[in-house]
Each structure stands twice: as structure tokens, then as C-alpha cells.
């Protein structure tokens, strides 16, 4: 992973050098390299690249080839390239580019691109800069658009200085043609775009009726060009309307657990759709925990550096190469348990788990009885006596308990139990999250962005095993994260709203719109957040290979919303889960991290999810 820039600038304009490095140098603490391109007597490039060497021979960027091209990459490729263990894939797509003769040359190597990933490409001959993002908005690119004359046009993966910036849409390559005639009061923009994609904001596809569009109070006039062509895009829902009764069996009088046995032991066409779905998402996790620098070992490591006894505690026991973000929720325990397919079991795995400090409250004089299922008995019960006892003591905290006492217990897990007091909270929503959030702004941005920067961080207690109580500070360069479930098997409150309005034609609008616009939620912030600790973001569940899969697969077998809570959701997952030995976490409903990890309970509960947050303004 890297942070990347762009500052295109001119002559009467002040010194481009100047802007932030604070925050996207974080991102990239290996390694930090600037070139200055001269496009004309009047313009000028600054490209600077801040390198986290993860994958090969480590490669300073900007990298430069002997035409003068120059190439700026944040990414990984996971497939379609071939990368060697040993070679960078930073030097093997410059290759590509400098060997292509045409628009449409360059357009094939992202297209055949395989992974998450942001670029910026000076191609020297034509004067022309190009950049974009992965089609499904896996990697942060921000761009600010010159307001005046005075004003530089910037791109980067993070704000980089104090005007608007914009996430750039992943909607397909763009390019600008840098020529004589550049008029920084009228830039115009040609944009490649990926097959089936639509505009953000609109839902609207692109398409060459409507090849023009002018971004809001800018300068900037984009040209949709579909003459040339990117030939991959999302791959289209399967929009198979289930016949009148397509439920597999009612629930009757038996326990979640019980269905779901009962399910793979009857049904022979579910249970190999859950084991099709641990082959891809298996292969997808092998593709993200191999070929990573392999650290010293902890006694290495604690000479060399000649530290006390206490620290020796925090960063020399058991450090793990790879950190999984685990509430212990389905989602999560898969993941897990599928790495510990992929990683050697003499090799130790962080646990990231986070919570929030529970605030005091006066004792009521009732207390309503929870819900009795199974899910509330277990879990809700177990959460109001536990207040007393430990005030960190969270869901998330309770599920991720249990979820590790179903791994397997011959490997090393350091479940890294990361408590966040109201003090801590605000320091770090000031110094850091606010920025690195931006240009998200709302008050989920807010929870979910302070959440995930300090799981990230990675600074905890150790919560089992020898070392228990231990501070320790996860070492891990990649971070497995497990968003992209919800999205693709209907896993949020929404999808059981749309089907009781709509049945199986409104759950199948409503994920078919998700799907399409997931470039456009919460990828980019999610990985300005994890990237600020110089750790890389990986994503399973949005393998280009899983989404392909799962968006082949008819509705029902992903989900049967006729059935309760902690089941009907994403049921071919929780047989999925069951297979693998997560019994009860496979029945754990859907959770979001804002109320497991209760962050949502420190501030005000009053406020939407969706309005825009104060404590997010500079």
C-alpha cells in the first residue's frame, strides 16, 4: 500500500511543494520520493509517492521508466497479471504501460488488473496524465478541483492541503491531455468507463447519450469515451425470481443451530453451494495472507532493539504477520477461520478487538425482559450482568469470545482485547480520524471511522492464553477486514424491509442497487482510516472471483428473509460457517460495529446515522 499525489500546478502560481505530508505519509513510511515534470512553458507536475513495502523488491515511487513515463500505484494485484513472489508489481504494471501504443493498450492492463487498487500515470509522449480506481472503490483517490486560476488541480489519497476535496468516482480510467492549449478555467476530463457502471449520485448509467458531465461549481467538463473501452465492470446480478414457494423449510420448533444442520443434511444442492462458497472465499483469503515479509522473530527483534522487560511484553510476544478485524460476527469468524486454512499453523494471528467504554447509568426500577431466542439468551443476558463487571465489557467483546472458542485451538491466537476511553476518543476524532474521514462527513462516518482507527491501531491487552492481561501492540502490515458480506447476501435490516414491501423483486432492486453503488460508500474512508497506521486494508468478500460467484447465484439460496433474525440473513453464509465448525457464531444476527464496539452509546443518542456530524468539522 501507498500514499500517492499529484499537484498540477503553473508559474504564476505559488510553490506546489507546499502541502500536508502529516497524513498521507502515514500511509507510506518505507520509503518517501517526489519528481517534478515540466509539461509546458507555463505548467508543471509534482507526482510524490510514499511507499509500505508488503509484496517483492522493495520499489521507491514514483517510478520511472527511460521514456520518461511515470507511475504512481497504490494497490496489489491478486490476479490477472502475473507477479512472481520475488518481483514488484509496481515495476511489472510500469512494464505493461511502457510497451502500450495505444489509448486502448493502457485501458487492457487495468482492465486485466485482478485486486484492489489507485494509480496515477504521466505518459511523457502525449502529455497526457491518467488515473482512476479499481471498479469496486477499494483504494482511497481524492481529487481537488481548481476553483480560479490560482488554484492547483490535485489528486491524492488522502486531503493533502485545506480546499475541497472529493472522493474521485470509480466509475472507469480517466485522463487529461496536458497539451500548449491548457486553460485551467475550462479542464476537460475523458473518462473510460467500466461496462454496466453508473454515476454515484444518480444511479444513472454512463452511457454516450449523456457523454458529457460537468462537475458541480467546478472547472472540469467530463467527456465519456466509448470508443475505446474498459471490458470488465461489476458483474450482473443474477435477477432469477424465485417460484411461488421457494423456502427450503420452516423453522418449526427448532433451534437456529438445529435448522441449519437439519438444512445441510437434507438438502443436497445447499450444502454444495456452502462449500462452493469456502472454496472461492478460501482461495480469496490464500490470495491476501501470501507472499507478505516475513518479520524477525520476537527474540531478534527484542535484542536488537534492547528494550525492557515491559516492552518486550507489548512487541515481542508472538507477533503475527497478518491481523484480522474480529467482533467475532459471522462475517469475521469466517474470514478467520478460512486464514487459518491458508497460514501455516506454527504462525500466530492477531484478533483485533474493539471496545469502547461503557458509560454509567442509574439503575431502573424494571428492566424489560429481552427477547427469548436463542441469540438474546446466550449473548444479551450474558451483556447486562457483565456491565458490573467489566465496563469494556461490549458485544462485540462477548461474541468475540465465543467465536475464538470455536477456532481452532492448536494455533496461537492473540486475541487483542482494544479498549478506547471517552478521553481517548476525543483526542484521536481531533488530531487524526477527522481528517482522514473526509470527505465523509456524517455522524455513521464518525463511529464507524473512530472505531476502525483504533482496531487498527491495534494497541491492546491481551484478552487469552500464557499472556493474558499482557499490553501488546499488533506488528501486522494487512489487516483481513470482512466488509462486502452484507451488500452481496442481504445482510442488513433494509433487505428484510424491502422484502416484506416488495418480496423477492424489492430485496433483488435493493441489492442490485447496493452492488452497483458499493464503489461509492465506504471503501475509500475505510481505507484512509486503516492506512493511517501504515497497514494495508484487504478485503475477501470483494475478491473479484466471490463477487463474480456470488452475484451468478439465484436470491434464495443466498438469503431466506421469512426467516428470523441471526438465520434468514445471509443464510448460505451461516451454512457456510457451520461447515467449518463455527456452530453458534453462525447464528449471531447482524451487529454493525458502531453498536457492537458501543461507540454509538458514547455520544449523542439522539442523532441519525445519516446528518451531518459536528465533531467532524475542521
Known amino acids: 500500500m501507498c500514499g500517492i499525489c499529484c499537484i498540477l500546478g503553473y508559474s504564476k502560481q505559488s510553490d506546489v511543494k507546499t502541502y500536508n505530508e502529516k497524513y498521507i505519509y502515514a500511509r507510506g513510511p518505507d520509503a518517501k520520493k517526489s519528481r517534478f515534470i515540466q509539461v509546458n512553458d507555463s505548467a508543471h507536475l509534482q507526482l510524490s509517492g510514499y511507499v509500505l513495502h508488503l509484496r517483492g523488491r522493495f520499489t521507491p515511487q514514483p517510478l520511472l521508466d527511460e521514456n520518461g513515463n511515470c507511475l504512481l500505484w497504490n494497490g496489489e494485484v491478486f490476479d490477472g ?22 489509448q486502448q493498450d493502457i485501458l487492457d492492463v487495468f482492465d486485466t488488473i485482478q485486486g484492489p487498487w489507485a494509480f496515477i500515470y504521466w505518459q511523457e509522449c502525449y502529455k497526457k496524465l491518467w488515473f482512476g480506481r479499481d471498479k469496486l472503490g477499494r483504494r482511497s483517490l481524492l481529487w481537488h478541483i481548481p476553483q480560479n486560476d490560482s488554484d492547483c488541480f490535485s489528486i491524492s489519497s488522502v486531503q493533502i492541503h485545506s480546499h475541497k476535496f472529493s472522493e474521485i468516482p470509480a466509475v472507469g480510467i480517466f485522463c487529461m491531455e496536458l497539451n500548449e492549449k491548457l486553460d485551467t478555467e475550462n479542464l476537460h476530463v475523458e473518462l473510460f468507463p467500466w461496462k454496466f457502471c453508473v454515476w454515484p449520485q444518480t444511479q444513472n448509467p454512463i452511457d454516450s447519450e449523456n457523454n458529457i458531465m460537468t462537475l458541480d461549481q467546478s472547472n472540469v467538463h467530463i467527456h465519456v469515451n466509448k470508443l475505446d473501452e474498459l471490458k470488465s465492470g461489476i458483474p450482473m446480478l443474477n435477477k432469477e425470481i424465485p417460484v411461488a414457494d421457494a423456502s427450503l423449510f420452516t423453522l418449526g420448533k427448532q433451534t437456529h443451530e438445529e435448522y441449519l444442520n437439519h438444512l ?33 522473530s520476537a527474540e531478534h527483534q527484542c535484542q536488537k532493539l534492547e528494550i525492557s522487560e515491559a516492552a518486550k511484553n507489548e512487541y515481542c510476544v508472538h ?123 456524517t455522524v455513521l462516518d464518525d463511529s464507524i471511522g473512530c472505531a476502525l482507527w483504533f482496531a487498527a491501531k491495534g494497541h ?58 458499493i464503489s461509492s460508500r465506504n471503501l475509500g474512508r475505510d481505507d484512509r482510516i486503516i492506512g493511517d497506521h501504515g497497514k494495508e486494508a484487504r478485503f475477501p468478500f470483494l475478491d473479484e472471483h466471490v463477487v463474480t460467484h456470488l452475484s451468478s447465484l439465484p436470491i434464495h439460496m443466498k438469503a431466506q428473509l421469512d426467516l428470523p433474525r441471526g438465520l434468514g440473513e445471509k443464510l448460505l453464509l451461516r451454512l457456510s460457517a457451520t461447515q467449518l465448525g463455527l456452530t453458534t457464531t453462525s447464528c449471531f444476527p447482524k451487529r454493525a460495529i458502531q453498536f457492537g464496539s458501543r461507540i454509538a452509546k458514547m455520544e449523542n443518542s439522539k442523532e441519525k446515522a445519516s446528518e451531518k456530524c459536528d465533531r467532524l468539522a475542521f
Open 81 to 102: 497479471l502475473q507477479v512472481k513472489e520475488d518481483e514488484n508489481d509496481t515495476e511489472i504494471i510500469s512494464d505493461k504501460l511502457y510497451h502500450c501504443k495505444t
Open 264 to 296: 445441510l443434511s437434507d438438502n443436497e444442492f445447499m450444502k454444495t453451494a456452502a462449500n462452493q462458497l469456502i472454496e472461492v472465499l478460501e482461495e480469496s483469503v490464500r490470495r491476501r495472507v501470501t507472499n507478505i515479509p516475513t518479520r524477525p
Open 319 to 441: 507477533q503475527s504477520n497478518i491481523a484480522i478485524l474480529f467482533s467475532g460476527g459471522i462475517d469475521s469468524a469466517v474470514i478467520t477461520a478460512l486464514a487459518d486454512r491458508c497460514i501455516p499453523e506454527s504462525e500466530p494471528i492477531d484478533l483485533l478487538n474493539v471496545a469502547f467504554e461503557l458509560q454509567p447509568k442509574s439503575q431502573p426500577n424494571t428492566v424489560k425482559k429481552p427477547n427469548q431466542t436463542l441469540y438474546n439468551i446466550t449473548l444479551n443476558s450474558l451483556f447486562y450482568r457483565s456491565i458490573v463487571k467489566d465496563k469494556f465489557n461490549v458485544p462485540d467483546r462477548l461474541t468475540g469470545h465465543k467465536a475464538l472458542s470455536e477456532l481452532n485451538p492448536n494455533r496461537h491466537w492473540n486475541f487483542i482485547e482494544i479498549n478506547v476511553t471517552q478521553k481517548e476518543l476525543i483526542q484521536v476524532r481531533s488530531e487524526r480520524v477527522r481528517h482522514l474521514v473526509y470527505p465523509s462527513c
Open 460 to 517: 491492546g491487552i491481551v484478552g487469552n492464553g500464557e499472556n493474558k492481561g499482557k499490553s501488546f501492540k499488533s506488528k501486522a502490515k494487512v489487516i483481513l477486514c470482512g466488509m462486502g458480506a452484507d451488500e452481496q447476501l442481504a445482510g442488513y435490516s433494509r433487505h428484510r424491509s424491502r422484502y416484506s414491501e416488495g418480496g423477492w423483486k424489492g430485496l433483488l432492486e435493493e441489492m442490485n442497487m447496493e452492488i452497483k453503488r
